[in-house]
């Protein structure tokens, strides 16, 4: 499990709402007993202007908006200035938390609004969120924010941080459901970033099979484990080949989430790497360590199952998780070894750091036996993602221009930045072998991540369509934190995967 070591964490992860409770409170701001309010502010000229907060400001003698720019507030989106109440109000501080331009903000403003407001409230009891949310959609952007924004991950340090706030109350009116629709997300990103921010040793293919049986557990989902006798027996030569120099066997595991009115399928592949050095095509030492992130699509293939097992879409939705670790030694697989993918069809190793690819493949093929009517994988693939996209941008593949734009459309709608790609025809014949069916890389230089995704290509079963997420920057945070999203992994692709599986349910997909 996550713990073997017998570290400070419940198997499945120990996460930030476990010791955090939200609610939906229509109290008077002046009234409400908390450690602080959070309010939103917008840029107006040389001052702000408080969105909404009348009478918090009332209680302020008027003076909310120059007493913030006198603290040097602007309200542009991100900035947080801290105001104390000296015995005006209950609360002893306000927090505004600059929302940009009123007519630009959006779900995905006040999630990153929410989000940087508690990032920067780490160690209090109480917290009120009074952010301007009057739809539904905009309470729950509020409550998934501040819940992302209070994420931890302390299970590995023994020195005393300051820990997540333990109690948010949303401001506002209306009922509950959106708020329990954003812990739903909450509870799966977090187990996302969970899983990708442990470290390695504690997170073999077989412990992530552990975490993956006990969300299955928990959610009702049916779920089927390979371990490596039953990969080799089975034929899945990708993820033998990738996993056959590591210690720790690999192995392939697939829920299933059935709803009886379903008249759909979806399937879904996640690349689980739990760390890849590059096999004998040794990575240079320099950055290897976000190698520990490559099991990032995996994880969110899982998230997504564990918010979909809780939400109940009438879609039935099968995951795979391809877990392996990548290592050189002497049982690791050579550059110019041949192995034979799940199905039959044959690979040149060229290079061993080209392993993703080689897990996909398996069960890729093997979801062909779900009869989806539509296939989605993501993935950690290519380094080219981020020279092509950069950090934050999903890379959008797919062998249908309408799944392409539909997919794109659901993921920025929920706030997941994600770009369309070409595969182009023409860089098939670089994956041309002297040898074998298909090499698993290109003698093409340029297009590393389009060459990926028509390698991928080549093992989805006829007739299905399909989508192939590259979230090779997107899933790990090198960077500062921002808005919701913490330094390391950042549960990527999770939110997507389910507007996915609520749109075929919907029957728009
Ligand atoms: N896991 C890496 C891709 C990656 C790189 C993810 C940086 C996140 C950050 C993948 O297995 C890999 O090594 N890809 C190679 C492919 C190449 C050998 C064709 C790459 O991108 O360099
Ligand atoms: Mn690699
Ligand atoms: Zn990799």
């Known amino acids: 499990m996550l713990d073997p070591k017998g570290r400070n964490r419940s198997p499945g992860g120990l996460t930030s709402e476990d010791v955090t409770t939200i609610s939906l409170d229509s109290a008077v701001l002046t009234a409400l007993d908390a450690d602080a309010i959070v309010v939103g502010v917008h840029p107006a000229g040389d001052s702000v202007r408080p969105a909404g907060a009348d009478d918090l400001d009332a209680a302020l003698s008027g003076r909310l908006a120059d007493s913030l720019t006198a603290l040097g507030a602007t309200g542009k989106a991100g900035e947080v200035v801290k105001l104390p109440t000296l015995g005006a109000l209950p609360a002893a501080l306000v927090v505004a938390v600059g929302l940009g331009e009123e007519d630009a903000l959006d779900a995905e ?59 948010i109350v949303i401001v506002g009116s209306g009922d509950e459901a959106p708020v329990r629709r954003a812990e739903t ?26 975490v993956a049986a006990k969300v299955a557990g928990e959610g009702g989902l049916a779920i089927e484990v390979l371990d490596e006798k039953a990969l080799v027996d089975g034929g899945y030569g990708g993820i033998v080949g990738v996993g056959q120099g590591s210690a720790n066997p690999p192995r392939l595991v697939r829920l299933a989430y059935t709803h009886p009115e379903a008249s759909k399928t979806l399937a879904l592949v996640g690349k689980g790497i739990t760390f890849d050095s590059g096999g004998l095509s040794l990575k240079p030492a320099e950055g290897m360590d976000w190698m520990k992130s490559d099991m990032g699509g995996a994880a969110a293939v899982l998230g997504a199952l564990a918010a979909i097992a809780e939400l109940k879409p009438a879609v039935n939705v099968v995951g795979y998780l391809a877990l392996a670790e990548n290592m050189p030694s002497g049982t690791a697989q050579r550059p110019s070894d041949v192995l034979t993918v799940y199905g039959g069809k044959t690979v040149e190793v060229l290079n061993t750091d080209a392993e993703g690819r080689l897990v996909m493949a398996d069960p890729i093929v093997r979801s062909g036996e779900d009869e989806p009517d539509l296939l989605i994988d993501v993935a950690t693939l290519t380094g080219a993602q981020l020279v092509a996209l950069g950090t934050r941008t999903t890379g959008v593949m797919a062998n249908d221009d309408d799944v392409r734009e539909k997919v794109v459309a659901a993921a920025v709608r929920v706030g997941e930045p994600s770009w369309g790609m070409p595969l182009p025809e023409e860089l098939r014949k670089g994956l041309d072998s002297a040898v074998a069916d298909i090499a698993n ?30 979230i090779a920057g997107p899933s790990y945070n ?21 507007a996915v599986a609520e749109d075929m349910a919907a029957g728009e997909l």
């Open 441 to 470: 890389i290109s003698g093409e230089r340029w297009g590393g991540m389009l060459v990926a995704g028509v390698f991928l290509k080549e093992f989805v079963p006829d007739g299905v369509r399909w989508a192939h997420l590259d």
């Open 478 to 498: 090198k960077g500062e934190p921002y808005g919701y999203t913490p330094k390391a992994g950042t549960g990527s692709a999770v939110r997507t995967l389910v």
């Open 185 to 210: 997300f909450a509870s799966a990103i977090s187990l996302v970033r969970d899983l990708v921010n442990t470290p390695p040793s504690d997170l073999s293919p077989e412990d992530f099979a552990g």
């Open 109 to 167: 403003g006040l999630r990153r609004a929410a989000g940087s407001a508690l990032r920067a409230l780490a160690g209090k009891s109480r917290v009120a969120v009074a952010l301007p949310a009057t739809s539904a959609e905009h309470v729950e952007a509020v409550a998934l924010g501040a819940l992302l924004g209070n994420y931890g991950f302390s299970s590995y340090r023994t020195s005393e941080r300051p820990g997540p706030v333990a109690e």
